[in-house]
C-alpha cells in the first residue's frame, strides 16, 4: 500500500495533482480543500495517499494530511453507495472539521449540500459514522451556528459558525473561511477570518 508521496508538485488543478518521484510523473486525484493547500508548481509536495486497485485501473487519492485520508478509506469501507469519487466530492465541499461535525450532529442539511449527495446518502453517512467520528458535543444545538461551535473552538470553527449566524450556508461558510485563512495564514484570528470572508 503506498500511504503518502514526496516529490515535485509539477501541476495541479482543483481535482488532480502531478507529483513527480524519481523522474516519474504521479497522477494523483485530491480533493478541493486538499488543492487549497498546495504549494506552487516546483515546490517540494508530500500528499497522504489512498490506491484503489481495479481490474482495470489503479488509482491514487492524495490529501493534505493523514486524517484527511484516514477520513476519506472511512467513508469508501463504511458507507454503503459511497464510492471513491462520491468520497472526494464530498471531501472538496466540505472541510474536515465541518464534515466530521455534521455527522456527529445529524445535520443531513449541510451534508446534502454537497452535489451528487442525496437525503438518503447524507442520511447514510450520519448512520453509519457517527460512532466512528470520535467523540464530540452531544448537547442539542439551537441553531446550525450552534451545531458548528459545538465541534470545537479553532479560529476556524468560530469563524463559520459566525457566518452561518450572519445567514451563510454552512457550506458556504466554510468554503469562505478556507479562503480567508489561505490569504492570512494559519494564526489568523477568528476576527481576521470573519472579516477575510466577509470581503
Known amino acids: 500500500m503506498i500511504t503518502s508521496i514526496h516529490g515535485t508538485l509539477v501541476a495541479a488543478t482543483p481535482l488532480h495533482a502531478i507529483v513527480e518521484l524519481n523522474g516519474l510523473g504521479y497522477e494523483v486525484n485530491i480533493p478541493v480543500t486538499t488543492a487549497e493547500k498546495l504549494p506552487a508548481p516546483g515546490a517540494a509536495v508530500r500528499l497522504h495517499t489512498h490506491v484503489v486497485y481495479r481490474e482495470d485501473a ?13 477520513f476519506f478509506r472511512l467513508m469508501i469501507e463504511h458507507v454503503t453507495g459511497v464510492g471513491p469519487k462520491v468520497a472526494l466530492t464530498i471531501m472538496s465541499k466540505l472541510s474536515l472539521p465541518l464534515l466530521q461535525s455534521a455527522i456527529r450532529l445529524g ?6 449540500q454537497c452535489p451528487g449527495i442525496g ?3 447524507a442520511e447514510r453517512l450520519v448512520v453509519e ?6 467523540p464530540g458535543s452531544w ?3 439551537s441553531s446550525e451556528a450552534g451545531a458548528i461551535a459545538a465541534s470545537g473552538s479553532s479560529a476556524h470553527r468560530d469563524a463559520v459558525a459566525t457566518l452561518v449566524a450572519l445567514g451563510y450556508k454552512p457550506a458556504e461558510a ?3 473561511v478556507r479562503a480567508a485563512a489561505l490569504a492570512l495564514g494559519a494564526k489568523a ?8 470572508a466577509l470581503n
Open 58 to 70: 489503479q488509482t491514487l487519492y492524495g490529501f493534505a494530511t493523514g486524517e484527511e485520508r484516514d
Open 129 to 134: 459514522l457517527k460512532s466512528k467520528v470520535g
Open 174 to 176: 466554510d468554503q469562505a
Open 107 to 112: 445535520d443531513i442539511g449541510t451534508l446534502a
Open 189 to 196: 484570528t477568528t476576527e481576521a477570518l470573519v472579516k477575510k
Open 119 to 121: 437525503k438518503k446518502t
Open 139 to 141: 448537547a442539542a444545538p
